[in-house]
């Protein structure tokens, strides 16, 4: 305890916050080993997705000590890069966002960089988009995106002199994380660090430029209902002007999750993915009869669908209420198509653990097809790209301007599509049957494992390190690969994939960014038979989770 309260107090003496200093100064006075310990178990790690933690005082935790002295890491990286390097700095509207974008640009300026700081509170691909727009050589996004109110985190993209063509406006990746980790390391107390004034800062706000490329993406066949919902994050008003300059007149708020709140008070999780989340927008799109749900996650750069439900079995995920969600694979499919046979040249990406649907998708259409590992780091940077997705309900759909996942362009093609079906006279699940019929049906299911111990993720990969099965699902294995080797293209990442004599395939890893052990289990069909593809996806499901033994 006597070294513990040593390092609390040499934190507490550079703590330039009050309040988090006024909170550490209690704990360490109350000798509260649980909290101290917790606060000071290691520096928060920064990698290539940059900072993410829970909120709060100490040298693990998202505070305002801990984003300075990673603003000066980063800031000294850059310099031995390129001189006087601009950096542009966007946040959310979490807890903590507002304060520590406004710190990051007076670090940046306190060390002679150019301080580039957008509006308070706007989505995480305006930042990404003014990096490349106006030729940043970094961007600061303060945002945990989907996660708990109680996180906040920071991710870092290059661009302009430090990264330039397809990796311009891209969240970094290696060596540069280790290298700017390092740098964060040998950087001084917080409190220690020269500071710019505000007058150093120059406040820009690209919205119209970024607007302007969204909105360009796409135009309504005719007319259509949209519900929308930002999830209590920043996503709404842009969103909303985006479609509507695209052409789209009938847009509804979900009025209950419009305006930013950091609590997310009516969700359990602030991520459409999750059960529940888009009940006040299902009950919305049946006051008005929608054709289609929009729902962005909070930093706006995750678009989720949802719609109308029909008698039969089809593609999508009931919700209640008459709804289908749609999977981030079956938008992926949706959106693919329709960027593919709209393309002459180029390449279509999506990462590992996504569906194998879009790859017959390019072929189809002449395109090449790329697969990534995990995280838009690495499908943003793929040469030529023309649209690329991750199965979590990432999708980029103008590489040209947003080199990362972007909700709200993506919410302007996915009207479009919707809005182009409708007037050809078919639903969207009718579309997906037309996909199915043409490419194979191809479905998806997650399967996740949260835990409170991380020491139970890492006992269940070395169980399936050391135990391969013959049969899985009743289905003799024919693949059974370590990710860590690579697999085709793809380099090395912490996984499993497995394939079977019936051509399903599961893949598992942990999560990056969340205490989960993630399961991605696919199931091909040749014939357009949904119940039949459930079926086997529940036994694939059941086999799976006796196989983790979770």
């Not at 002295?69 to 966007?90: D, M, Y």
């Not at 909105?215 to 929308?228: E, K, Y």
């Not at 995990?374 to 590489?399: M, N, Q, S």
Request: hydrophobic letters at 45%; one cysteine or more; glycine letters at 10%.
């Amino acid at each position: 305890m006597a070294a513990l309260q040593d390092i609390a107090q040499d934190w507490l003496a550079h703590d330039p916050d009050p309040a988090t200093r006024e909170a550490l100064a209690a704990a360490i006075e109350a000798k509260d080993e649980v909290a101290l310990s917790a606060a000071f178990n290691g520096p928060l790690e920064f990698g290539t997705a940059g900072l993410r933690g829970e909120i709060g005082f100490g040298e693990s935790r998202m505070n305002q000590a801990v984003v300075m002295r990673a603003t000066a890491g980063l800031v000294a990286w850059l310099s031995k890069q390129v001189e006087r390097p601009r950096v542009v700095i966007g946040c959310d509207a979490r807890h903590g966002s507002a304060q520590f974008a406004e710190a990051a640009a007076k670090v940046v300026a306190g060390a002679g960089g150019h301080a580039i700081l957008l509006p308070l509170g706007r989505p995480t691909p305006l930042t990404s988009f003014s990096v490349r727009a106006l030729d940043a050589d970094a961007g600061i996004m303060v945002t945990a995106s989907h996660n708990p109110k109680w996180d906040n985190g920071y991710k870092v993209y290059l661009g302009g002199r430090a990264a330039t063509g397809d990796a311009a406006g891209v969240q970094i990746i290696a060596p540069a994380d280790k290298e700017i980790a390092a740098a964060i390391a040998a950087a001084p107390g917080a409190d220690e660090l020269p500071l710019g004034t505000d007058e150093q800062i120059e406040r820009v706000d690209t919205s119209a430029a970024y607007l302007a490329a969204a909105s360009a993406l796409g135009r309504p066949a005719t007319d259509i209902t949209i519900v929308l919902t930002p999830m209590h994050g920043v996503g709404g008003e842009l969103a909303k002007q985006a479609l509507a300059d695209a052409g789209f007149t009938n847009i509804v708020e979900v009025s209950e999750q419009w305006a930013p709140d950091p609590d997310f008070p009516t969700v359990a999780f602030p991520n459409p993915e999750e059960d529940g989340a888009l009940d006040l927008a299902v009950a919305t799109a049946n006051d008005v009869g929608a054709d289609v749900i929009i729902a962005l996650d909070p930093d706006a750069d995750r678009c989720a669908l949802a719609v109308p439900a029909r008698d039969t079995a089809s593609a999508g995920t009931h919700i209640g209420g008459g709804w289908l969600k749609l999977s981030g694979d079956e938008t992926g499919a949706l959106i693919g198509e329709w960027a593919a046979s709209r393309a002459s040249s180029g390449t279509t990406a999506c990462s590992i653990v996504s569906g194998r649907m879009l790859s017959r998708i390019a072929e189809a259409h002449g395109l090449r097809h790329a697969t990534t590992l995990t995280g838009f780091k690495w499908i943003g940077r793929t040469p030529e790209l023309v649209y690329g997705y991750e199965e979590a309900i990432g999708h980029c759909v103008d590489p040209a301007h947003v080199r990362d996942k972007d909700g709200i362009s993506a919410a302007v093609v996915a009207a479009t599509i919707v809005a182009e079906l409708k007037a050809e006279g078919i639903s969207v699940l009718e579309h997906f049957d037309r996909l199915a019929a043409g490419y194979g049906l191809y479905r998806t299911q997650p399967l996740t494992f949260r835990v409170q111990d991380l020491s139970l993720i890492a006992e269940a990969m070395q169980r399936l390190r050391a135990q391969r099965p013959a049969t899985l699902a009743g289905s003799p294995v024919t693949e059974y690969v370590d990710l860590n080797d690579g697999y085709g293209e793809t380099p090395g990442t912490n996984g499993i994939l497995i394939r079977t004599s019936a051509d399903d395939r599961v893949i598992i890893r942990p999560s990056g960014t969340e205490p989960k052990l993630k399961c991605y289990l696919e199931v091909v069909m040749d014939t357009v038979d949904w119940e039949a593809a459930d079926a086997r996806l529940a036994l694939l499901s059941d086999a799976t989770r006796e196989l983790c033994g979770m």
